[in-house]
């Protein structure tokens, strides 16, 4: 049987990091420390410089990705990227990427589905592997909501930050390893819970982020539990089979409900919100990169990817690493 196999992870964030402490200084915001990581778990974000693009720190993330999985760029034939801040609205973000690496053979494209665009962009990277459209593929989130956000709300703008996430997919015959299935899910009916409200189909203003935070926080504690339940179902797997839940990273609160509710000690939950903040598609990839890169998941080990985001969109992907 073919499967899609993580042959490597890569992360990358801009240098500029801001501590929640200086955001009243520097972007004259009326909060604190202590309630921010209080509620949210959030203790510092990554800003994006002003010539940084979601091209260019995808591009870095790929780069590592790469490097990781000892796979030359000439190899690769498919690169998805996950973004709600492309560059511009065409070309796509993934065809910059592919540029900046020099890539020329193949295809790439975007999908949008918010902050789970990285588990949708795993899904569809998988479907083409496995129907042997494409062999190696890139799979992406990169974010710079820094530029989307409306820095007078201080109830949003103090909850994100900027950066990249990669991961090598390759096409193995023959493995026990490698991604089982993919869960995807979106509820229009939820749209304007969490949006930007700007782009061509309004006032053709880029638009920024608007959220009501409370029933996001509702919404996102219920699907995100119910659709790792429902990948482990699928795959006649239950919650003692899982080592690694590596959760879209939103709000340390409802990270730590999602473990508790699978029964998954508070090390084997990765956490990086903290350092992070929300990086909306990129903030599964850059987990991923981060606990990889420590060398902390053993080969096979089985995981789950989660997330929720504007849409609504959720899902989750299950596989051995
Ligand atoms: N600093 C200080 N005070 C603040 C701040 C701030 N940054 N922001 C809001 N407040 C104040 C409000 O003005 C309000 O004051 P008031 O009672 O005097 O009016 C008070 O704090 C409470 O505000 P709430 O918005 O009710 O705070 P809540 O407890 O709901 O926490 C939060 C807000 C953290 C956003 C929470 O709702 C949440 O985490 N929601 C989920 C968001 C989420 O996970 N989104 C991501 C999923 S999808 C995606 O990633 C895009």
Not at 8 to 22: D, I, K, S, T
Not at 94 to 116: E, K, M, P, S
Not at 131 to 160: H, K, M, N, P, Y
Not at 167 to 182: F, H, K, M, N, Y
Request: glycine share 12%; net charge negative.
């Amino acid at each position: 049987m073919l499967r899609s196999v993580i042959a490597g992870c890569g992360g990358y964030l801009p240098e500029r990091c801001v501590p929640n402490a200086a955001l009243a200084a520097e972007f004259g915001i009326e909060t604190s420390d202590e309630w921010i990581v209080e509620r949210t778990g959030i203790r510092q974000r990554h800003i994006a410089a002003p010539g940084e693009t979601a091209s260019s720190m995808g591009a870095a993330a790929a780069r590592q990705a790469l490097e990781r999985a000892g796979i030359e760029p000439g190899q690769v034939d498919a690169i998805i990227v996950a973004t709600a801040t492309p560059d511009s609205a065409f070309p796509a973000t993934a065809v910059r990427i592919q540029q900046h690496l020099g890539i020329t053979q193949g295809f790439a494209f975007d999908i949008a589905a918010a902050c789970t665009g990285f588990v949708y962009a795993l899904g569809i990277a998988d479907a083409l592997l496995k129907t042997g459209q494409a062999r190696c593929a890139l799979v992406i989130g990169t974010e710079v909501f820094s530029r989307i956000l409306d820095w007078t709300d201080r109830g949003t703008c103090v909850l994100f930050g900027d950066g990249a996430g990669a991961v090598v997919l390759t096409a193995e015959q023959g493995t026990d390893r490698g991604i089982l299935s993919t869960h995807l899910h979106s509820d229009g009916r939820h749209g304007d819970i969490l949006l930007v409200d700007g782009g061509a189909g309004s006032t053709g203003g880029p638009g920024l982020l608007r959220m009501a935070g409370k029933e996001v926080f509702r919404h996102a504690v219920s699907k995100l539990a119910s659709v790792v339940d429902e990948a482990l179902a699928a795959n006649g797997l239950n919650h003692a089979d899982l080592r690694w839940l590596v959760p879209h990273q939103a709000n340390l609160r409802i990270i730590e409900a999602m473990g508790k509710k699978l029964n998954l000690p508070r090390e084997r939950v990765v956490v990086t919100v903290d350092r992070h903040a929300n990086t909306s598609a990129a903030s599964i990839p850059l987990a991923l990169a981060d606990v990889a890169g420590r060398g902390l998941i053993e080969r096979g080990d089985l995981m789950a990817l989660e997330g929720i985001g504007g849409g609504l969109t959720w899902g989750a992907c299950l596989l051995r690493f």
